[in-house]
């Protein structure tokens, strides 16, 4: 079965759509005894320092970084879709992030309602191949860097539409997914990218790309899936 991840980090220009900083994080001071990964309590609410609206300005997607931000309408699309295995998190925007003159700017009026999307529902991967399980917590850590694409142990798949992965912060999904949002003309700020293919790109190389980052991005655009037609 072909799965694909939902693509928020390459190939987008962050600085030409409204995006801030994630400023309530979760405490990283309880790990586990065994491996130490961070064991957190997230807050009730995502709390996010606008740091620019950007010439697109507030598109499907909240860039912030680490967290997968969508806004209220896709959300709805995927719910009234009946795709499974994710929860969401209220996201506000509290104001402009300090420094660089922001505060003197007129603050947007109208700001659409985001989401963060908290997957429920986990599976393994086959490959890249496993190199550490911590027996107390569970945790994995595959090696990423075989560049093997993402090869799900469908033995751990609960059937959930939308789905994380075990040691990393890849979200995956089923091809209805990916086709209801692309015919939903969302394929600019929402791509995707086949499981499989996922990371077996060239890595950005400063010496040979930074003459040609459009170059670079080209290459890239040759792994991002944008229409139905290429699913």
């Known amino acids: 079965m072909q799965f694909y991840e939902i693509e928020l980090v390459h190939n987008r220009n962050e600085f030409t759509i409204a995006g801030g900083i994630w400023v309530n994080p979760p405490s990283y001071d309880k ?7 961070a064991i ?13 609206v950007g010439r697109a300005g507030f598109v499907e997607v ?7 931000i969508f806004r209220q309408d896709v959300i709805d699309l995927w719910q009234s879709s009946g795709f499974t295995g994710f929860t969401t998190r209220s996201v506000r925007i509290t104001g402009w992030r300090k420094g660089k003159g922001r505060e003197k700017r007129p603050f947007p009026a109208e700001i659409p309602q985001y989401r963060q999307l908290v997957v429920t529902s986990k599976v393994a991967l086959k ?3 496993l190199l550490y399980r911590c027996p107390a917590c569970g945790h994995k850590k595959y ?3 075989r560049k093997t694409g993402l090869h799900v142990d469908v033995s751990t798949w609960d059937g959930s539409s939308i789905f994380g992965t ?9 091809r209805e997914v990916a086709e209801v949002t692309l015919r939903a003309g969302l394929g600019k700020s929402i791509p995707f990218v086949r499981a499989d293919m996922y990371g ?7 010496q040979k790309w930074k003459h040609s980052v459009g170059a670079y991005n080209r290459m890239l655009e040759q792994y991002i899936i944008r229409r139905v037609e290429d699913l």
């Open 200 to 206: 077996t790109w060239e890595n950005y190389n400063a």
């Open 31 to 37: 790990k586990c005894s065994v491996c130490g990964k």
């Open 143 to 145: 090696d990423f860097d």
């Open 127 to 129: 490959q890249p191949p």
């Open 166 to 174: 075990d040691g990393s912060t890849h979200i995956l999904c089923v």
């Open 62 to 68: 909240l860039y912030n970084g680490p967290l997968a």
């Open 40 to 52: 957190l309590e997230w807050p009730d609410e995502i709390e996010i320092e606008l740091e620019r």
